[in-house]
């Protein structure tokens, strides 16, 4: 099983045991602390969570960030133990889910933890249909977002880049990728000019910020690129609209890629129409 | 270059940061090569004498004592607590100068020239429009065979009031430009990203001999070379000005809607603020 745990800094060196303990038992283990996530951070432990057999949080102290993930797992179906030394303030919410008290001697505490993780088995895995296009597996990660939030940044990062080359946008070879600062580079089929792309893969409510257009503008202007689009899972502020303006900048949701993927003229427009 | 109150010399003993071990295993490639008897090595803004935390353990007693040391900071007592780590590594020798960033090549004795030249954590804290005259200069004092080394943080954090941290992309495209100035637009060096938990930074090393260039030829191109890398350094932080200009015009017109965009409020009130600090009248 793949099994993530979310715990502080604090019980790193007790989780440094509990992997070991699980990974001997032939169990896959995410460690946030541990993984190398890259720039999306926030994204990737949320699809590491959603796309997890099993959650196991530590609980010793009342940590915001393992809250939150706590939270993520319930919101995903993801099974559940918590694991919380004596005295811990256990929310009420969470009161019900399968628990395991931690008394202090690890390699008992590690066992038990790892015998009780057997016992769970997801209820409802996700979906794990395959598409036979990048423009359909698009059109249902619009439509079902458990399907975009399972999903890891770069293999939505993937994705996006498929779905333009089926447009017939040739994603350059030689891409500026992270050379420019952007997820991949397109090159127009109308006038061969370059397009810069930046992928940010975001939770539904997150909205994408001014500076993350600011930061596509000047590698646009940098690189020379004719324009720049940013594509996301969720949405835009208004400031980051309003800093789309009268810039060489397409904002642009998933939804909007299949609303109008049919159209090849869908990023040849140089002024953004900034209707989200 | 005037020194930023924000700005912090590090000094932990049980810490080698990346960038120091990048430049320390240039140096280790360096002093093993066959027949290499000395090495001239100018740490440039030397701070407070990081990159020599671990010297002892990093190179070999044989390895430091081929090594000639000059460093360089604009702050005395930087310099004094560098030399004080130095002076038990058993190098060659010792030289220690303090004073402007911008005039060190007016400090340093006229034909001395060096193997090895680091300059980390440090260009952001420059006057950009000195920092073309800051890289010709180093390159200029480069032996034949030497090496410039530099390393420097894409963003601040958290942000240092007058800051001017530059991004891989516009590194390369000022590089590039002095190149280009100096004759030497047949060398593209790579200008390397590197990502850390709080932020990215990025690297490029200058080998004098790809330059192709002789000593005298370079002499004459030098001020042509800091004139091209200094527009090009000027057209940057224009474009740079107005973009954050931009931005915190939307902020105020729309107010921060996320924690995210409020960061980025305030990195980018710092951020107008160096700019305009450092363009001054050519707003």
């Known amino acids: ?276 | 270059m005037t020194p930023i109150a924000d700005s912090n010399a590090v000094r932990d003993r049980d810490r080698v940061l990346p960038q120091h071990q990048a430049a320390l295993t240039l140096l280790q490639a360096r002093l093993s090569t066959p027949g290499a008897t000395q090495v001239r090595w100018l740490d440039l803004a030397c701070g407070r004498g990081q990159i020599l935390a671990s010297l002892d353990a990093n190179l070999s007693y044989q390895a430091r004592s081929k090594l000639e040391y000059w460093a360089y900071d604009l702050n005395s007592d930087y310099s004094r607590e560098t030399m004080r780590t130095a002076q038990i590594l058993g190098f060659a020798s010792l030289e220690c100068r303090v004073g402007d960033l911008a005039n060190f090549t007016h400090l340093l004795p006229a034909d001395t020239r060096f193997d090895f030249i680091t300059l980390t954590n440090t260009v952001h804290e420059f006057e950009p429009s000195q920092l073309a005259k800051l890289l010709v200069d180093a390159l200029s004092r480069l032996t034949d065979s030497g090496t410039l080394f530099i390393y420097d943080m894409e963003r601040i954090v958290p942000p240092e009031l007058g800051a001017v941290p530059w991004t891989r992309d516009e590194i390369r495209g000022i590089v590039f430009c002095i190149l280009d100035a100096l004759g030497a637009s047949q060398y593209r060096p790579e200008v390397g990203l590197w990502f850390h938990r709080t932020t990215n930074g990025w690297n490029v090393q200058l080998q004098r001999e790809h330059l192709g260039i002789l000593q005298d030829a370079m002499a004459e191109r030098l001020e042509t070379a800091v004139a091209a890398g200094t527009r090009a350094i000027a057209a940057a932080l224009s474009r740079r000005l107005s973009e954050c200009r931009k931005a915190l015009e939307t902020l105020t017109r729309y107010g921060a809607a996320t924690a995210e965009e409020e960061d980025d409020k305030q990195r980018l009130l710092f951020e107008f603020w160096a700019l305009s600090r450092a363009l001054g009248d050519e707003q």
């Open chain 1, 1 to 276: 099983m793949k099994i993530f745990v979310a715990h502080t800094a604090r019980d790193r060196d007790f989780v440094a045991n509990l992997s070991g303990a699980l990974r001997e038992v032939g169990h896959e283990v995410i460690d946030p602390f541990s993984a190398v996530f890259g720039s999306s951070l926030v994204s990737e432990v949320s699809a590491s969570i959603r796309s997890a057999d099993a959650v196991v949080a530590i609980l010793t102290s009342p940590n915001p960030n393992v809250f939150y993930e706590l939270g993520l797992a319930a919101g995903a179906n993801v099974p559940t133990l918590l694991a919380a030394s004596t005295g811990s303030a256990v929310p009420a919410d969470v009161m019900a889910v399968p628990f395991v008290q931690i008394g202090g001697e690890v390699a008992r505490d590690v066992q038990t933890i790892v015998r009780r993780v057997g016992e769970l088995t997801r209820t409802s895995p996700l979906s794990t249909a395959t598409f036979d296009s990048a423009e359909s597996a698009l059109q249902a990660a619009a439509e079902q977002p458990a399907v975009l939030e399972a999903m890891s940044p770069t293999d939505f990062e993937r994705l996006v880049m498929e779905f333009f080359k089926e447009q017939g946008y040739d994603v350059i070879a030689e891409a500026p990728t992270r050379d420019a600062g952007v997820d991949f580079a397109l090159k127009s089929p109308s006038d061969g000019s370059t397009i810069l792309v930046e992928v940010k893969k975001l939770s539904a409510q997150s909205r994408v910020s001014v500076d993350t257009v600011r930061r596509l503008q000047s590698a646009v202007s940098v690189e020379g690129a004719s324009f720049g689009v940013l594509v996301t899972t969720s949405g835009y502020t208004a400031a980051a609209v309003a800093m789309a303006i009268d810039a060489p900048i397409l904002l642009r949701t998933v939804r909007d890629l299949v609303h109008v993927g049919s159209n090849k003229t869908i990023l040849e427009s140089p002024v953004p129409s900034n209707d989200h």
